[in-house]
């Protein structure tokens, strides 16, 4: 399955088939707002927009885990979900919904897979 299949196949299974979303796969450090991120989603809730760069696998250094396209994609997919929680400005409840987000990620596709 092509990275654009992979999108089209979350977005139908995370109910985000409205959310017009462009993939950026393969970008740079220097592309993201943190440059340490595996993954970002860039979005706008008004208007249901986004775009989610994820990381190309060379930039992804020694890191405690694999390089997992799909579940970089999937987290980022999650952040559009639950945009409501996202960056509430409470520091501890967006710890909390971040950590959610990525055991989401993972569980839906586990390592290795």
Not at 33 to 50: L, R
């Amino acid at each position: 399955m092509t990275n654009i299949e992979l999108l089209h196949n979350w977005q139908n299974k995370l109910g985000l088939t409205d959310w017009a979303i462009k993939l950026r796969e393969n970008a740079i450090p220097a592309d993201f707002t943190d440059t340490e991120s595996e993954g970002e989603a860039e979005y706008q809730e008004s208007t249901k927009t986004a775009i989610i760069r994820i990381i190309k696998p060379d930039c992804y250094g020694e890191r405690v885990k694999p390089f997992n396209f799909e579940q970089i994609l999937i987290h980022e997919l999650l952040h559009l979900k639950l945009a409501l929680l996202d960056n509430s400005g409470n520091a501890l409840q967006d710890r909390l919904v971040h950590q959610l987000i990525d055991d989401l990620a993972r569980a839906f596709v586990p390592e290795g897979d």
